[in-house]
């Protein structure tokens, strides 16, 4: 068995040295990576390039937010990097910017619509009038109209992304948990089958696989798990 290229490996590691050698100890049972804040802020850009040129998928998860000129620079720059994803806040003049940034590559736009670590009481205190699950159902109408390509969220609001996004929409679930592994600090985890069936298009899974005493193993185990959903 060998990798499913819906199962995204985030290499949240502490340097790129490291990371490396995570990618050589998967193998060939994880074709997809996603490279995030931490070594962005370092040289996490070579090494999304250095993996590209061998065969993988990249989501870069940089989260853009800023006003849509600079907003379109950057995402323009990283469209040419070669890369297959690309996150940004889902505000629709920074979702307006990345999408005429990215015409004419292969990257693809994905909208974070409101980030999993607010609660309905924290969006009060910062000014919104809606709930999470309001805010987030609200977004995605707007991602949607902005022509974005999919959206980042949890398992939980899977299916409310494929009832208002349609098939085509890509939807890009962290808070993948097997039933084997620890929950970690994921509260509202789902296993590989339940968040496919939810309507996942794809999974970011992470240390179920990075910190098992075999990761190899442990990703074959998910990419056992997912076959069939
Ligand atoms: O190790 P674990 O499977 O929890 O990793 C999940 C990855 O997805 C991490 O890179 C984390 O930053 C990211 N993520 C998340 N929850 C979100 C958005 C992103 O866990 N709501």
Known sequence: MTADPRLILP?????????????ETLGDAVSFYKIGLELLATDGMALARQLKGEGKQIFLDWKLHDIGATVERSARVLAGAGCDLLTVHAEPQVMQAAVKAKAGSDLKILAVTVLTSLTDADLIEMGYAFSARDLVARRIRQAVECGVDGIVSSPQEAALAREIAGPDFLVVTPGVRPFWSAKNDQARAATPADALKAGASHLVCGRPITAANDPREAALKVVAEMAGH
């Not at 590691?13 to 990618?23: D, G, I, K, N, Y």
Request: proline share 8%; glycine share 0%.
């Open 11 to 23: 290499l949240d590691l502490p340097s790129t040295a490291e990371a490396r050698q995570m990618v």
